[in-house]
């Protein structure tokens, strides 16, 4: 069965964004690229967002590659070490410095509660996976999987929605705080559906057999 065209698009997104943080972080000054309100905070902070930037790099680059059907069957021990790869340098220090920034974010409590509670279920959710395929139960692994790398994802939409607010003319400061809410919340959704609709699919295949 051929990859429906939405998975190689999220391969462009995710690679794109990945080295754009790289870039951007790597050779140009902290805070250089955020508003002007958010700057200082990134210079006092700059081992945390660095941190930050390049675990989540590192993550969302990654990850995308684990959901490829033939790396899983044909080059399982990659598949294995990619994984490890994932949670050891992307997720867990990415979501540790996540939690540490959540306490500094622009926008107050609202900011603060949104960018936490992501980081907290990017780490549980991460752990959770690792757990899952340490017992070997394969598919509780591959849902936590979905799970996990749709809040990965948040960085995605962080940097989609915050141009399109600026475009539609929203205010910087009412924009941020629902933003940390938006950049997750509806992909945490949405990998749902794709739970349920894998589960509901298995069980049509199970019942004709």
Not at 91 to 117: C, D, E, K, R
Not at 148 to 169: E, F, H, K, Q, W
Request: charged share 10%.
């Amino acid at each position: 069965m051929r990859r429906p065209y939405p998975y190689y698009i999220l391969i462009l997104l995710a690679l794109a964004i990945a080295a754009y943080a790289v870039l951007v972080y790597g050779l140009m000054p902290i805070g250089k690229v955020v508003h002007p309100d958010m700057r200082a905070n990134f210079e006092a902070h700059a081992t945390i967002v660095y941190t930050h930037i390049f675990a989540s790099s590192i993550a969302l680059a990654v990850g995308v590659l684990q959901f490829s059907k033939t790396l899983r069957v044909r080059h399982i021990q990659w598949h294995r070490w990619l994984g490890r790869i994932y949670l050891a340098f992307g997720v867990i220090p990415g979501g540790l410095a996540g939690l540490l920034m959540a306490f500094h974010a622009y926008g107050g409590l609202v900011s603060q509660l949104g960018f936490g509670v992501l980081a907290l279920l990017w780490l549980f959710s991460g752990v959770s996976a690792y757990r899952a395929i340490r017992r070997g139960d394969i598919k509780a692994h591959q849902e936590w999987m979905i799970g996990n790398y749709a809040l990965t994802c948040a960085a995605i939409s962080l940097r989609l929605y915050l141009p399109l607010s600026m475009v539609a003319g929203i205010p910087f400061e009412l924009a941020y705080p629902a933003i940390a809410w938006l950049c997750w919340v509806p992909n945490l959704i949405y990998a749902r559906w794709m739970i349920t609709q894998n589960r509901s699919r298995n069980a049509n295949e199970a019942k004709e057999t």
